[in-house]
């Protein structure tokens, strides 16, 4: 026998603004490659320069990020977004958080998948009988 459809509540979630996801993938870049232009930057995180701009001033106006004044080959002086203590721990701590959603994101999935195998599979038998009586 068909049991009615039940649903699985989904785990609560904290809610993730876009700031918070861009804040995290900023620091990711500039944590592994410190030279990134902001031109670079905005191109890596796919967003838009303006945007790119206001998140970078919120890392360093948070002090999660300095700027290092450098010379470069061609005689222009370019800058190095580099991490600070508290920065490193904010990438931590942000990506902890980022991990545990996924994860529980994912087993709620792999739950719906398994209840839908479920329902095709007791499905089929009635389909085929359904064919064989035409």
Known sequence: ????????PTPPLQPVEADTA????????LSAR???SQRQ???ELGLSL????YVLHALL???LVKIKNFKRSDNKLGYAYLLTPKGLSEKLQLTHTFLARKEAEFE???RTIARLRR???AQQPQASNTNEAS
């Open 34 to 36: 410190p030279d990134l």
């Open 41 to 43: 930057l905005a191109k």
């Open 1 to 8: 026998m068909n049991r009615p459809w039940q649903h699985e």
């Open 61 to 63: 106006d948070r002090g």
């Open 50 to 53: 303006g945007k790119t701009h």
């Open 119 to 121: 329902e095709v599979q």
């Open 108 to 110: 709620t999935l792999q």
């Open 22 to 29: 861009a804040t995290l993938d900023a620091l990711r870049l």
